[in-house]
């Protein structure tokens, strides 16, 4: 299988191989890749899934995606290998709440959210083709909580790679700052920036258009935009859903949206044959999705603080994938759309487009005060705690109209544990914390203090990046 930029389109002489799209993330024509060919599978396809360990499934849903870069045999051993530390046999487990009503739980890796059961595999894949290229980079990230304890645990003691987190210094909570800075390894390194988040991500961005600084140290980043990302998401749509009955059952998800990559995901499952019976997006105030499904234009407005903080979030990067998708794949115009989208802060969509969108997608937004009632009510209904961002797409799912024969999967991206203070104020009870969180507090912090101030963390990046050593 080989990759097309979405601002270039279908000529297949600049398709590129997997290892390539894995390394570079965004082309460089400012498109998203995409497959060239979705392959299509037979309702017989999934239904051979049925019982089958979630590392088995992960590996066959997976393996055409990476056009022969890893060897069948070897990339089944690391799927295990990065699956096996996750604390649920399932990996990725349903609890039902209701009737026709599903958790799929996506917090039983390492950081407690749903983003490691995509890092914690792009990590080693990475870390592979760099070896086998006898290459290393330096990955470089901004981040105001989640993200950034992800990537690290998913690029911890890798021989190819350096990692540098930056985050603004007093602004993450002591329970993420922790997850950053009290991991062992010599190639991590936590960087509390005197600043604010967007200060963090000004020194990223300009540490990244430094040509000289970003070629001497191979900067790279492991951000959500990243193909292989999406590619491992699809794998636990696919579980999911073959668990609770596909393809003879169309199954509906919910899922908590931010850049649009975790739905879009199961878009795309949908498009490799699953059958699904509905796609709701569940976003929190921070709506330019929702506004785009109600009334046809994408338009940016201001990130607005919420309760559930991964999904404050104007811009949804991933979006360009599926609007590539509604102008028939044509580069040129998503190219001028997303042209004229920085520009203006408004998408150019024609009626027709927002038509076939709204085919594929609902869309609901849910406020601080339903989520907080959606964690009560669900808590004292069923005795389970959920974060604010599950509460947020359980509330959109109890809104959407769909098949009430297909069964209802909201996506649980959170262990509610990661936000304690939202759970005692809705629920009155602490969340039971796991082994892996209650070491967190004891365990000594290793990071630096750096001022605002582009000339110093690229000094310090420079002194402390292995890159230049032999591999
Ligand atoms: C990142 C994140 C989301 C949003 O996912 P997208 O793929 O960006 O739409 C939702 N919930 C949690 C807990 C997250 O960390």
């Known amino acids: 299988m080989r990759y097309i930029s979405t601002r270039h389109g279908r000529a297949a002489a600049t398709a590129r191989a997997f290892d390539e799209i894995l390394l570079t993330g965004l082309a460089p024509d400012g498109g998203l890749y995409v497959p060239q060919r979705l392959p299509c599978r037979a309702a017989s396809w999934f239904k051979a899934l049925q019982g089958l360990p979630y590392a088995e499934i992960a590996t066959r849903v997976t393996q055409p995606f990476l056009g022969g870069a890893v060897p069948a045999t070897e990339w089944r051993r690391m799927i295990e290998a990065a699956y096996r530390p996750f604390t649920h046999p399932a990996v990725a487990p349903l609890r ?14 390492p950081t407690l959210a749903f983003k490691d059961y995509a890092l914690q595999l792009v990590g080693p894949l990475f870390d592979r083709v760099l070896r086998k290229r006898r290459r290393r980079i330096t990955i470089i990230g901004a981040t105001s909580g989640d993200t950034g304890s992800a990537a690290i645990e998913a690029c911890r003691d890798r021989e190819a790679i350096d990692i540098f987190m930056l985050y603004p210094a007093g602004r993450v909570s002591e329970v993420q700052r922790r997850q950053m800075t009290t991991v062992p390894a010599r190639n991590v390194h936590a960087v509390a920036v005197e600043g604010t988040f967007d200060d963090c991500q000004d020194l990223v961005k300009a540490m990244f258009a ?50 649009f990559g975790n739905v879009y995901a ?165 969340p039971e914390i796991p082994p892996r969180l209650a070491n967190l507090m004891a365990l000594p912090e290793r990071r630096v203090n750096l001022p605002n101030d582009l000339g110093a963390v690229q000094r310090y990046v420079r002194d402390h990046a292995r890159l230049g050593a032999a591999v």
């Open 210 to 259: 430094d040509a000289a600084f970003r070629d001497e140290l191979g900067l790279s980043a492991v951000n959500s935009i990243n193909w292989a990302r999406i590619m491992a998401q699809i794998v636990y749509y696919v579980a999911a859903a073959v668990a609770l009955g596909a393809p003879a059952r169309k199954v509906a998800f919910a899922v908590p949206t931010g850049n």
């Open 96 to 109: 039902q709440l209701d009737a026709g009503l599903w958790l799929l739980e996506l917090f039983h890796g």
């Open 266 to 430: 199961a878009h795309i499952a949908r498009r490799l044959g699953l059958p699904i019976a509905g796609l709701a997006i569940a976003t929190n105030r921070n709506d330019i999705l929702t506004r785009f499904f109600a009334r046809g234009t994408m338009s940016l407005g201001a990130v607005e603080p919420t309760i559930s903080p991964s999904m404050d979030i104007q811009v949804s990067s991933n979006f360009e994938r599926l609007f590539f998708e509604l102008v028939g794949e044509s580069g040129p115009k998503t190219k001028a759309a997303f042209r004229h989208f920085r520009a203006t802060g408004t998408l150019p969509t024609t009626r027709q487009q927002w038509q076939v969108a709204r085919a594929l997608f609902q869309a609901e937004r849910v406020d601080d005060d339903e989520t907080r009632a959606t964690m009560a009510e669900t808590y004292r209904a069923t005795g389970t705690l959920i974060d604010p961002h599950t509460a947020v797409a359980l509330a959109a799912a109890r809104r959407v109209k769909h098949d009430r024969a297909a069964p209802m999967v909201v996506v649980a991206t959170a262990h509610p544990a990661k936000f304690p203070e939202a759970v005692m104020a809705t629920c009155g009870v602490q």
